[in-house]
């Protein structure tokens, strides 16, 4: 298959002169889909931000971008059962932070990976105003949510960034449903 033919309900595959409506079905269609998406190479970051009761909570994040220069801003997509998701997603205008995660941070992606009660026990980090800031990662945005734009299982925020350290060094990569790739 070429990359300009693709596979839809309504255009036989290629060469069999018959529908492809079997590999639409949901259940196929999402296996595929997950699958594809697999193999873009994407950075990851972890946001954070402070509960409603207070506590910080934090969250891996694979689906990051810039959105716009002015304002300088960002464009996440959070998982809605998430509690960092549900969070930023109820609290219009609330801070949150952005950690770009470095070759090194491996260990940090996973913790923020996992689905423990407390991240941040066994991590270093403070309080940026109201927003927890990880220490030792090299990049790190300051948002506030800015617009919320809820679709299907997930929920894209639009952070607009008020203050940003560059990040330094080698991105972590996710590739493959794999942290571990390192840029050469």
Known sequence: MTADQSITAD??????????????????????????????????????????????????????????????????????GSRTGRELSARPGMGFGVHLLGADDEALARVFAGGADDKFADVLWQWDGDVPRLLGVSGYLRCRVAAA???????????????????????????????????R
């Open 11 to 80: 255009r036989p595959l290629p060469g069999s002169g018959r529908p492809s409506g079997a590999l639409t079905e949901p259940g196929v269609l999402t296996a595929r889909f997950t699958d594809a998406m697999s193999r873009l190479v994407t950075g990851v970051a972890v946001a954070t931000a402070r509960r409603s009761d207070g506590r910080p909570v934090g969250m891996l994040v694979s689906s990051l971008c810039s959105y716009s220069v002015r304002p300088p801003s960002v464009l996440m997509a959070v998982a809605d």
């Open 149 to 183: 734009f809820p679709y299907g299982d997930h929920t894209a925020l639009v952070g607009e960034v008020s203050s940003c350290v560059p990040s330094e060094g080698q991105p972590l990569v996710y590739y493959g449903r794999r942290l571990d790739w390192r840029l």
